[in-house]
């Protein structure tokens, strides 16, 4: 198997190289080389890919999605739609995150996550790395427990466990390592979906124990969190990354910059949202306005996850729109930083995110410079994407 010579302005993860080379070894799929023009030799007979002005960073990482399968917007839509028709969508919009340029994605609550990480793993579909949570934990009438269906109805067609109590909480927790999830996914509140009445849900107690249950295996735990009592509880009972976070406080960011809590707004998600009640356009308004400003005062270490669910109006392939929407707040390079290097962090791929040598050779070649226009990510601009040192021409 040849070896892959690309040339042209290279962003490492947080630096960017005017002119650069970088050197892969597709054999053990891994980066061998990457310096300046100059710098780098070109090995013999290697597989030249070099497109004037175009620019080499790490594989595109969305930390927060889903695979619902779903057409709609519309949580009925998302529990009655069968598991297989699920998995079947769920192939095509694998394969268009491939090809968009994102390697990894992590999806957080799902029906098919573990069969579609498998398949991708064998090489049966193609797409991106997987990092998933199976199926997402939520209280008895909570988050994903629609009111009008009969409880064991509801229960039964679920992407989330239901569970109530310290003791409850362990074993959903439980049953998410069953299921084969790589992490746990947490609903400590309610959301826009479900009206005006949004509270904490899930009790001081009961996210201590699913967070304990989770670290007693090696698994992170993710919390969906909207408002200052849910934000508390979440980041107290030590989980690894707030998912929108809509509420923050000083005291909060504070207490999030201190542990390393990761913060993952999903911007995206509110601006494909429409707004059907007053209270959503405040919430989405101050999203936009004093959440990123805190976030960005106390230095959080903010990751770029789009919350897509793959549906007419958050089509997978147009992930990217949450680099340009966090570049809108944050800048350029660190809506780069916030989609490569620090969301592998996140999702604790310890080899990958960095264009360096010895790094796994999860890149992307997109037409344009990215530092200077984010939109240059957008899926007519990726060229070549290269996972685990295997190339995908898609534009070239």
Not at 79 to 90: F, Y
Not at 211 to 233: F, I, P, Q, R
Not at 267 to 286: G, N
Request: proline residues 5%; aromatic residues 6%; glycine residues 10%.
């Amino acid at each position: 198997m040849s070896t892959v010579f690309l040339r042209g302005h290279v962003f490492t993860g947080d630096n960017f190289i005017e002119n650069g080379c970088v050197v892969v070894d597709p054999s053990k799929g891994v980066i061998t080389h990457v310096g300046p023009e100059g710098e780098v030799k070109e090995p013999k007979d290697a597989r030249r890919i070099e497109v004037e002005g175009s620019t080499i960073l790490p594989g595109l990482i969305d930390a927060h999605m889903h695979f619902f399968g779903s057409k709609k917007y519309d949580i009925i839509e998302w529990l009655t739609t069968p598991e297989t028709l699920v998995a079947l969508r769920s192939v095509a919009d694998a394969r268009k995150l491939l090809r968009a340029g994102y390697t990894a994605v992590r999806e957080l609550g799902g029906k098919a996550g573990p069969y579609l990480r498998r398949a991708v793993e064998e090489g049966m579909i193609e797409g991106p790395t997987i990092v998933q949570a199976a199926k997402s934990l939520s209280q008895t009438g909570g988050n994903d427990d629609v009111p009008i269906l009969p409880l064991e109805i509801s229960d039964q067609l679920s992407y989330s466990y239901y569970c109530d109590g310290p003791w409850e909480c362990r074993k959903a927790v439980r049953k998410v390592v069953r299921d084969g999830g790589d992490l746990v996914k947490v609903y400590a509140s309610g959301s826009m979906s479900q009206g005006t009445n949004i509270r904490p849900q899930f009790t001081p107690e009961e996210l201590k124990a699913i967070v304990d249950e989770a670290t007693s295996v090696g698994m992170k735990v993710a919390a969906h969190a909207y408002g200052e009592e849910a934000l508390t509880n979440s980041v107290k009972s030590g989980v690894h990354s707030i998912e929108h976070g809509i509420g923050l406080t000083p005291e909060i960011a504070q207490e999030m910059q201190k542990r390393g809590v990761f913060y993952v707004p999903t911007l995206s998600a509110y601006m494909a949202m429409k707004a059907t009640t007053e209270q959503h356009v405040k919430l989405t308004q101050r999203h936009l306005s004093e959440d990123l400003d805190l976030a960005k005062k106390f230095k959080l270490k903010i990751v770029a996850g789009s919350d897509y669910i793959g549906c007419d109006t958050e089509p997978h392939g147009e992930n990217y729109l949450e680099i340009v929407n966090l570049a809108k707040y944050i800048g350029n390079r660190e809506a780069l930083i916030a989609a490569t290097s620090r969301a592998a962090d996140c999702l604790g791929l310890k080899n990958s995110g960095w264009v360096k040598a010895g790094y796994e050779a999860n890149l992307v070649v997109a037409s344009g410079n990215p530092m200077e226009n984010p939109k240059n990510l957008a899926p007519d601009h990726i060229l070549h994407v290269i996972r685990r040192g295997q190339v995908h021409t898609v534009n070239g």
